[in-house]
């Protein structure tokens, strides 16, 4: 068992942050990896990114939001309970460049994936800016963390409780006009960076995003997590999950993530009515 250690709630009890025993994860890990984990011999196997990890204490965090069964499932493991499985480091490492001012971009929990990024680019010499957004100030996350991984952080919320009043890519388009933008690094739901890679396009500014399709082995066997990226078919799992944004099929990625939210819906609603009810 992958023992949780330590165990937060966030944005009201909507987005969980769990920190877990998995030493050799820890000792391996690199920012824009992920792990897969399974609470239980039926559990369903779950991609999350890894928002921290700590090799000397032998731990990894994830930081996820309560979506659907599996999620609430998770919501479920106390401190001392644990993952029946935790599979990874899973995916490309995000690559690592000193090339000056970098800005980058977070929606909704997207902002624990972009964390160790922001860091590590950050302790390696560029200028990095971030600009983090929420629908509302009780739902913005990890504020305070992503304040110390960047040099200068900007907060929006889109209904103007607290920061800018508005979208992230507000922000992005002043920083994008006040020029030297090197990269731009997105990662939020898929609306969110299919947005955000219109805005750079224009200016030229190379633009990651990482991507979630549904994924399943999480090891390029299974072909769920299809992306099609500048015409050809990639898999987000072992290809990516970062990929140039300009290149991206948006549009099929969102089409794709919708397959099954009939089955999801009921799933979800099944185990919400056995919650209740025990
Ligand atoms: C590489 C990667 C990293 C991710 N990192 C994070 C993270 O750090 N934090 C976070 O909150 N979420 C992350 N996600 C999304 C997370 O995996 C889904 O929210 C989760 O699988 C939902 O499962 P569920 O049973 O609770 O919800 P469901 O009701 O099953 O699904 C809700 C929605 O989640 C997505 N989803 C469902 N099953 C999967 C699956 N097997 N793989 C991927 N997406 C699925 C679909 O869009 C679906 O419509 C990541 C996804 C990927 C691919
Ligand atoms: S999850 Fe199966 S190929 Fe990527």
């Known amino acids: 068992m992958f023992k949780i250690v330590k165990r937060e709630e966030m944005a009201e009890g909507t987005v969980i942050l769990n920190e877990i025993e998995a030493p050799l994860i820890a000792k391996k890990a690199k920012p824009g990896q992920f792990v897969i984990l399974k609470a239980n011999e039926e559990?369903?196997?779950i991609p999350l990114t890894m928002a921290d990890t700590d090799p000397d204490k032998g731990t990894i965090t994830i930081i996820y939001m309560v979506v659907g069964?599996?999620?609430?499932?998770?919501?479920?493991?106390?401190?001392g309970e644990g993952f029946q499985d935790v599979i990874g480091p899973l995916g490309k490492a995000t690559h690592l460049e000193k090339v000056g001012k970098v800005v980058c971009v977070g929606g909704g929990t997207g902002v624990a994936?972009?964390?160790?990024?922001?860091?590590?680019?950050?302790?390696?010499?560029?200028?990095?800016?971030?600009?983090?957004g929420a629908r509302t100030k009780d739902l913005l996350i990890l504020e305070s963390q992503m304040k110390a991984a960047s040099n200068d952080l900007r907060v929006?919320?889109?209904d103007g409780s607290y920061g800018h009043h508005g979208f992230v890519t507000d922000v992005l388009k002043e920083q994008l006009d006040a020029g030297d933008v090197k990269?731009?690094?997105?990662?939020?739901?898929?609306?969110?960076m299919k947005a955000l890679a219109n805005l750079t396009k224009p200016y030229g500014v190379k633009t990651l995003v990482s991507l979630n399709p549904i994924m399943i082995d999480g090891t390029g066997m299974c072909g769920g997590c299809r992306v099609t990226v500048g015409g050809k078919t990639k898999f987000a799992c072992v290809d990516g999950p970062e990929f140039d944004g300009h290149q991206v099929n948006f549009d099929e990625?969102?089409?794709?993530?919708?397959a099954y939210c009939e089955e999801e819906k009921?799933?979800?609603e099944g185990f919400c009515t056995l919650q209740d009810a025990s």
């Open 156 to 158: 929006c919320t889109d």
């Open 113 to 132: 994936v972009l964390h160790p990024i922001t860091r590590a680019l950050k302790e390696i010499g560029n200028d990095v800016t971030c600009i983090i």
């Open 266 to 268: 009921s799933c979800y």
């Open 183 to 192: 990269l731009v690094v997105g990662i939020g739901p898929v609306p969110m």
């Open 253 to 258: 990625l969102m089409l794709r993530l919708q």
């Open 43 to 45: 559990g369903e196997r």
């Open 69 to 79: 069964k599996s999620t609430a499932l998770f919501k479920t493991l106390k401190v």
